[in-house]
Nanobody, 130 residues
């Protein structure tokens, strides 16, 4: 059974930093072609992709809104994904979700942000105040 557990919830002022973690279990990220990523949902808005990694070629994608400020990484030894978020703005406020896609569809996706992810964590709240 795939399980994704996010942590790192916090409240910071604009310009501050936070690091989110997603502990994955039930699959080995490097064993097959998988994708794992971060999504977020702000109040009153639709969920959007933030960043993701494909295991096969290590390709990484970022939403334009976070490029240059957020860094995604994966620690294979811990099977844990991280999202380092710097220079946060109030627009980054929302619930952040970790998601994984383990199907063959990962092989054919041009970018991991375009995938439909099957497995999701429970979410962790990020609040940025002005």
């Amino acid at each position: 059974e795939v399980q994704l557990v996010e942590s790192g919830e916090g409240m910071v002022q604009a310009g501050g930093s936070l690091r989110l973690s997603c502990a994955a279990s039930g699959f080995g990220f490097d064993e097959h072609e998988h994708a794992i990523g971060w999504f977020r949902q702000a109040p009153g808005k639709e969920r959007e992709g933030v960043s993701c990694i494909k295991s096969g070629d290590g390709a990484i994608d970022y939403a334009d809104s976070v490029k240059g400020r957020f860094t995604i990484s994966f620690d294979s030894a811990k099977n844990t994904m991280y999202l380092q978020m710097n220079n946060l703005t109030t627009e980054d406020t929302g619930v952040y979700y970790c998601a994984a896609e383990l199907s063959y569809l990962v092989l054919y996706a041009a970018t991991c942000l375009e995938l439909e992810y099957d497995d999701w964590g429970q979410g962790t709240q990020v609040t940025v105040s002005s």
